[in-house]
C-alpha cells in the first residue's frame, strides 16, 4: 500500500510545486521563448502573427510530463534524464503543430473548413503526447506493466 | 497480436505505444464526425454534468443557481463546455486500456468503471474551482490550471494504472505481484 501510494504522493506534490513554478515563471519565460523560436517553423506552415490562443494554454503540458519521468518508481536516472532532455523539445514541436492548427483552422487558409472539427482533435493529441512520450521514454518500467496481461505471459517484474 | 508486429517492436511497451497512437489516431478521426452527427448527445452531456454541479454544489453552499449551462454561486460562475464533460480523458483512457494486451472482458472492466471514475473526478475538480473561484478568486488561475491541464494526464494516467493493478493483474494467473 505504501509502495503504491508514494509514488501518487510525490506525483501529487511534484505537480502542484511545478504548476506554481509554471504560473510564477515557466509560462512567461516559455511564451517568450516560443514566440522566437516557433515563428520560422509557423512561417513555413503559413501561420504569420502568433494569436492569443486557447492551444497557448496548453503550453503547461511540460507539468504533467516532468511529474510522470520524475515520480516513476523504477526509473534508471540516465534514462529519466535522457528522456526529459528529449521529450522537451518534442513537447515544443507538439506546441508548434497545435498553435499552426488553431490559426490555420480559424484563418482565410483552409475557407469553410470547420475549425471545432479540426481543433478538437489536434487538442487531444496534445493532451496525450505527455502520456505518450513517458510511455515511449519508460518503456522499460512500463514494459514489466505490460508482460502479464495475458495470464503472466513472458513474467515480467512489477515496477517497484 | 500479429507476430510481425512483435518481431518489429520486441518491447511490449513500444507495441503498446503504437496501438495506442493508431487508437488515438482513429478516435481523432472519428470523433468530429460522431459529434457532427450525434451533437444532441454532446449537448445533452453538458446540460447533464452543468445540471449534476449545480446540484452537488446546492448540497454543499445555498446560494448555487443554474442558468443554461452556466452554473453560479454568488457572484462567481463556470461555463460548462464540451471539454468539462471529462470526454478527452475518456477518450486518451479508453485507447490506453484497448491498447493494453488483455483480454476482451478486462478491457470492457476498464472502460465500464474507468470513464465513469474520470467523469466523477471531473464533477470533483469543477466543484473544487466553484468553491476556490468564490472563496479565493485568486487562487483561481492556478487551481484551473492544475486541476485542468497539469492533473489531466495524471489522472488518467492513475486510473489506468489503478485497471492494471486492480484488474487485470489481480485476475491474470500466473502474473506478477501488484506493487
Redesign the interface.
Given at each position: 500500500m505504501r509502495r503504491t501510494l508514494r509514488p501518487l504522493l510525490e506525483a501529487t506534490a511534484l505537480s502542484l510545486l511545478l504548476t506554481a513554478l509554471w504560473l510564477a515563471w515557466g509560462q512567461g519565460a516559455y511564451e517568450s521563448f516560443f514566440a522566437e523560436a516557433a515563428r520560422p517553423m509557423l512561417r513555413a506552415l503559413g501561420v504569420d502573427a502568433l494569436p492569443d490562443s486557447p492551444a497557448r494554454r496548453r503550453f503547461v503540458s511540460f507539468v504533467p510530463f516532468l511529474v510522470l519521468m520524475l515520480a516513476t518508481p523504477g526509473l534508471a536516472w540516465r534514462r529519466r534524464l535522457g528522456g526529459i532532455l528529449l521529450g522537451i523539445p518534442l513537447l515544443f514541436l507538439g506546441h508548434v503543430g497545435l498553435v499552426a492548427v488553431e490559426a490555420l483552422s480559424h484563418g482565410a487558409h483552409r475557407p469553410g473548413s470547420d475549425s471545432f472539427s479540426v481543433l478538437l482533435p489536434a487538442a487531444l493529441f496534445a493532451d496525450a503526447l505527455p502520456f505518450a512520450l513517458w510511455a515511449l521514454f519508460a518503456a522499460d518500467v512500463l514494459a514489466g506493466l505490460l508482460r502479464g496481461g495475458r495470464g503472466g505471459r513472458g513474467g515480467g517484474a512489477a515496477p517497484r | 497480436m500479429p507476430g510481425s508486429l512483435r518481431r518489429l517492436l520486441p518491447?511490449?511497451?513500444?507495441?503498446?505505444?503504437a496501438v495506442?497512437?493508431l487508437l488515438?489516431g482513429l478516435?481523432?478521426?472519428l470523433?468530429?464526425i460522431a459529434?457532427?452527427r450525434w451533437f444532441g448527445a454532446v449537448d445533452a452531456l453538458t446540460t447533464a454534468t452543468a445540471r449534476i454541479e449545480h446540484r452537488v454544489a446546492g448540497w454543499i453552499w445555498a446560494d448555487a443557481a443554474l442558468e443554461g449551462k452556466q452554473v453560479w454561486l454568488g457572484g462567481f460562475s463556470v461555463r460548462i463546455i464540451?471539454e468539462c464533460t471529462g470526454i478527452?480523458e475518456a477518450?486518451?483512457f479508453a485507447?490506453?486500456v484497448l491498447a493494453?494486451?488483455?483480454?476482451l472482458a478486462?478491457r470492457a472492466i476498464g472502460i465500464g468503471l474507468g470513464v465513469p471514475l474520470l467523469y466523477l473526478f471531473n464533477l470533483l475538480r469543477i466543484l473544487v474551482l466553484l468553491g476556490v473561484g468564490r472563496a479565493r478568486p485568486e487562487l483561481f488561475?492556478?487551481m484551473h490550471?492544475?486541476f485542468w491541464?497539469?492533473?489531466?494526464?495524471?489522472m488518467?494516467?492513475?486510473v489506468w494504472?489503478l485497471w492494471?493493478?486492480a484488474v487485470?493483474?489481480r485476475d491474470?494467473?500466473?502474473?506478477?505481484?501488484?506493487?
Open positions: - | 518491447n511490449p511497451a513500444h507495441r503498446f505505444l495506442f497512437a488515438l478516435e481523432v478521426w470523433y468530429p459529434t457532427k464540451e478527452f477518450l486518451i485507447a490506453a493494453y494486451p488483455t483480454s478486462r488561475e492556478f490550471l492544475y491541464q497539469a492533473t489531466l494526464i495524471l488518467i494516467t492513475s494504472l492494471i493493478f487485470v493483474r491474470a494467473p500466473n502474473a506478477p505481484p501488484a506493487a
